[in-house]
């Protein structure tokens, strides 16, 4: 019957199905060789919205950077937004830069055990504290992620879970003595065999025991949401150049890419004004650099113009009054120190590229 719990006995054999798969043949990742929970929970938050191929090498990197969590606590800001740079989604770094400063600050440097206790971390929610209870402390609790939410509603054949139904499904199967490789297992189908598209349902080893499969409804668990539509703008950025430097600002606390380093947005004499910098040349144009954020397809518009005086503000209010903004006139080599969105950084290497001689 539709959505409802399985018998007893069928737990166990999917249970079992899962785990001797996963056993067998679950992907080499370097995350799965620890038990230490501070990296457990680097290789969670960089999980989070990224794929496994592109979140590998910033892992390694990363624990060789911050090898233990007394490390990251200790490091500045703005090494830890450098060594996220590229990752995306920048809040996780912020929230996980916070969070263990708790950690160390207020909990003796020892990551909390309970889903609760975690969850009382900053960036930390119901699946990432589920998984690291799980799997970095055998805590007796599921971890739903996107691969497993459709892996259930696959098994349960289920159109529309809700958190709640996902909860007790997720709850229902969990192996009360191998909870962290379970879930870890119920990813791992996801991900490589009950995959979105086109699942490989010839070699599921939980076949038998899918509802969706025997219904023939796979394709269509869990129903589509409906996208919010994506919209196009047009984002003009002024690089401003001055003896061999160029000007950036560190955008605002909140929102999109906040903390993180940027060319001024805004054009040429709108940024000069604001900042009561003089400009002695008619802006060029760089060429136009595209990115895709989840809602939002901007296109960047770059234009170049050289300043012949005045220091900029080192702060000044952003639109809402409420935060400051750093500026830095840097060299080339100190604008690569800086953590830099990937659209900003193709701006720099643009502007490095057309850059001549010494201005
Ligand atoms: Fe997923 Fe197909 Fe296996 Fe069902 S039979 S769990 S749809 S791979």
Redesign the pocket.
């Known amino acids: 019957m539709k959505s409802e719990s399985m018998s007893a006995e069928r737990v166990a054999l999917v249970r079992r199905s899962l785990l001797e798969r996963y056993d067998r043949a679950a992907r080499d990742l370097p995350w799965r060789h620890e038990s230490d929970p501070y990296r457990i929970w680097v290789s969670e938050v960089m999980l989070q919205q990224t794929r496994v191929d592109t979140v590998t090498p910033y892992y390694e990197r990363w624990l060789e950077q911050f090898p233990d969590l007394a490390s990251l606590a200790d490091a500045e800001h703005d090494d830890v937004m450098k060594a996220w740079e590229g990752l995306g989604y920048y809040r996780r770094a912020r929230y996980l830069h916070q969070a263990v400063g708790i950690v160390r600050d207020q909990l003796g440097g020892e990551v909390p055990t309970t889903v609760e206790g975690l969850r009382e971390l900053p960036g930390i929610g119901e699946y990432t504290a589920g998984a690291i209870a799980s799997i970095a402390y055998g805590t007796v609790s599921p971890a739903v992620d996107g691969n497993v939410k459709r ?1 259930l509603a ?2 349960y054949d289920e159109a529309r879970p809700s958190p709640a139904w996902l909860r007790d499904r997720a709850s229902e199967l969990v192996h009360p003595s191998r909870p962290g490789d379970w879930n870890q297992a119920l990813m791992e189908h996801g991900a490589t ?2 995959t979105p598209r086109s ?3 010839g070699e ?1 080893p ?2 038998a025991h ?1 509802r ?2 025997a219904a023939g409804t ?1 394709d269509a668990r869990p129903a589509r949401a409906r996208r919010d539509p994506v919209r196009a703008v047009e984002i003009s950025i002024t690089v401003f150049e001055r003896e061999g430097r160029t000007l950036l600002m560190r955008r605002p606390a909140g929102g999109l890419l906040a903390g993180l380093w940027a060319f001024p947005e805004g054009s040429p004499s709108d940024v000069a004004a604001s900042l009561a910098l003089v400009i002695d040349s008619a802006p060029h144009a760089l060429d136009s650099v595209r990115h895709r954020f989840t809602h939002l397809d901007a296109t960047y518009l770059p234009e170049v113009v050289r300043v012949v005086s005045s220091e900029p503000r080192t702060s000044a209010p952003d639109a809402k009054g409420v935060e400051s903004l750093d500026t830095r006139w840097v060299t080339p080599g100190e604008a690569d120190e800086l953590a830099l969105p990937i659209a900003q950084q193709k701006i720099l290497s643009l502007w490095k590229a057309q850059r001549g001689p010494a201005v």
């Open positions: 892996v696959r098994l065999v009950c699942p490989r349902c599921c939980v076949q899918c969706a499969f796979q």
